[in-house]
């Protein structure tokens, strides 16, 4: 099974595109933004932090920053809430000067959930929520039922009620987010901000996080969270952020900043960008660094689909010589065998792979050391491909879904699949480098 946290959204990401239909096609050039940044600069400890920052954010978007440690995330986050000032430039949240506020205005405007998650009392879980009524309260004013009803309805939503009395102290950190988050929404701000929401949970609470934040920027809430998982931002935000060296290197939707080049150049790391087989997202999936060109043999993929890719990109930067096919013309996974230079089998676009074709794939799978087939979906067009699979010495099959969801051939295809299942190596992406080089040796005779 696959340790993918955005697979556990699947069944979300339709719903989510419909939710987010009415967001403005560029986030950051809305007709009233939410957010204004001009030319922000920060300098701290004699270093330049942040260089000339300059975004408009609109209304109920989702908004990422990601980027690596030291590039300004945080510090962003802080000029953004009104806590840290700017060296030069101006912010305006709502359309206020944001530090020209008090800090109680400034609080009315905008909610922040910070990074850790420890807290230094026990106070129960309850009145952590209710500090969040703080900015809306003179020093002498009474509890009201709207400071009641504000907290009694961010509990309710994420899904602390059950946990009021206990000390907070003494719930798990995943509980704590919430409670945090719940604290967040008692403040009644259009604006949240988050710090590394999902960092040291586990896959399930990563993804509800994002699932609640997704579903307050739905009705309105502008979102800004700083995001080490790439993936999970691609996913979930209407626009990325990707900030380097205190500066924006690229900003715009997920497929537009999440290109290899920038990542390159941000992270200063190879990586592989397609599309995730399940939710359709912008997948991330850096190279291993022991892809260093010194493997030898030849592997042949089967894939589709932007199926493929991956394994692609990481087998050559491993330096496997490479064919691929058959492929439609135009498909992802042809496009990427281009890239590295496969030896490629294609077919005309939507066209099935005819006789011809499967003689050159069969060929193809005659030559190579070893042969993987990726979580390609399989219908009768593309069957040939398989069937000429089962003729290799050497098989490797990546599996990240049931082969019963991505089966289009019937009982002819799950035939054939049990055979090649019966006589490869299953295996997740993440082991595919090191059996196939395995399997290469064993070829070899070494």
Same mark, same amino acid.
């Given at each position: 099974?696959?340790?993918?946290?955005?697979?556990?959204?699947?069944?979300?990401?339709?719903? +989510?595109?419909?939710?987010?239909?009415?967001?403005? @096609?560029?986030?950051?050039?809305?007709?009233?933004?939410?957010?204004?940044?001009? @030319?922000?600069?920060?300098?701290?400890?004699? *270093?330049?932090?942040? =260089?000339?920052?300059?975004?408009?954010?609109? =209304?109920?978007?989702?908004?990422?920053?990601?980027?690596?440690?030291?590039?300004?995330?945080?510090?962003?986050? %802080?000029?953004?809430?009104?806590?840290?000032?700017?060296?030069? &430039? !101006?912010?305006?949240?709502? &359309?206020? @000067?944001?530090?020209?506020?008090?800090?109680?205005?400034?609080? %009315?405007?905008?909610?922040?959930?910070? *990074?850790? /998650?420890?807290?230094?009392?026990?106070?129960?879980?309850?009145?952590?929520? !209710?500090?969040?009524?703080?900015?809306? +309260?003179? +020093?002498?004013?009474?509890?009201?039922? =709207?400071?009641?009803?504000?907290?009694?309805?961010?509990?309710? +939503? /994420?899904?602390?009620?059950?946990?009021?009395? !206990?000390?907070? /102290?003494?719930?798990?950190?995943?509980?704590? *987010?919430?409670?945090?988050?719940a604290r967040a929404l008692a403040q009644q701000t259009p604006t949240l901000l988050l710090d590394e929401p999902t960092a040291s949970l586990d896959i399930n609470h990563q993804v509800r996080t994002l699932e609640l934040v997704d579903d307050l920027v739905g009705e309105g809430t502008t979102a800004v969270a700083a995001i080490h998982d790439l993936n999970l931002a691609a996913h979930y935000c209407d626009a990325l952020i990707l900030l380097a060296n205190g500066r924006i290197l690229s900003a715009g939707d997920p497929a537009t900043v999440l290109s290899e080049s920038n990542l390159r150049e941000a992270f200063d790391a190879e990586a592989v960008v397609s599309r995730h087989p399940v939710t359709g997202s912008v997948y991330v999936t850096a190279l291993p660094s022991s892809a260093s060109a010194d493997a030898t043999g030849r592997v042949h993929v089967v894939g589709g689909g932007g199926t493929a890719a991956r394994s692609l990109h990481v087998l050559s930067a491993a330096g496997y010589a490479l064919s691929a096919g058959a492929l439609n013309e135009g498909d992802t996974d042809a496009e990427a065998a281009r890239r590295v230079g496969a030896d490629l089998v294609t077919v005309p676009p939507y066209a099935p792979v005819d006789h011809a074709a499967q003689s050159a794939v069969e060929s193809r799978v005659k030559a190579a050391d070893v042969t993987v087939v990726a979580d390609v979906e399989v219908g009768e067009g593309n069957l040939a491909n398989l069937e000429a699979a089962a003729a290799a010495d050497y098989l490797v099959l990546v599996e990240e879904r049931p082969f019963s969801e991505r089966n289009y051939a019937g009982d002819a295809g799950r035939a054939v699949y049990e055979q090649l299942r019966e006589r490869g190596h299953v295996v997740e992406p993440s082991e595919l480098l090191s059996v196939v080089g395995e399997l290469a040796c064993e070829a070899a005779g070494e």
């Open positions: 099974m696959s340790n993918d946290p955005t697979e556990h959204a699947a069944d979300h990401s339709t719903d +989510r595109s419909a939710d987010h239909a009415a967001v403005a @096609d560029d986030p950051f050039t809305a007709s009233k933004p939410a957010i204004e940044l001009d @030319d922000v600069s920060v300098s701290l400890g004699g *270093q330049t932090v942040l =260089d000339g920052i300059s975004a408009d954010i609109g =209304d109920g978007t989702f908004v990422g920053l990601i980027g690596p440690n030291g590039a300004g995330k945080t510090t962003l986050l %802080r000029i953004l809430n009104g806590s840290l000032s700017p060296n030069s &430039g !101006r912010v305006h949240v709502a &359309g206020e @000067d944001i530090h020209a506020l008090s800090s109680k205005a400034a609080s %009315r405007l905008v909610a922040t959930v910070p *990074q850790t /998650t420890a807290v230094t009392f026990d106070f129960p879980v309850r009145e952590v929520v !209710r500090m969040g009524r703080t900015p809306h +309260r003179g +020093r002498f004013d009474g509890w009201s039922e =709207d400071d009641e009803a504000a907290v009694e309805a961010a509990m309710r +939503r /994420t899904s602390v009620a059950a946990l009021a009395e !206990r000390p907070v /102290t003494e719930i798990s950190g995943g509980e704590r *987010q919430r409670v945090l988050i």
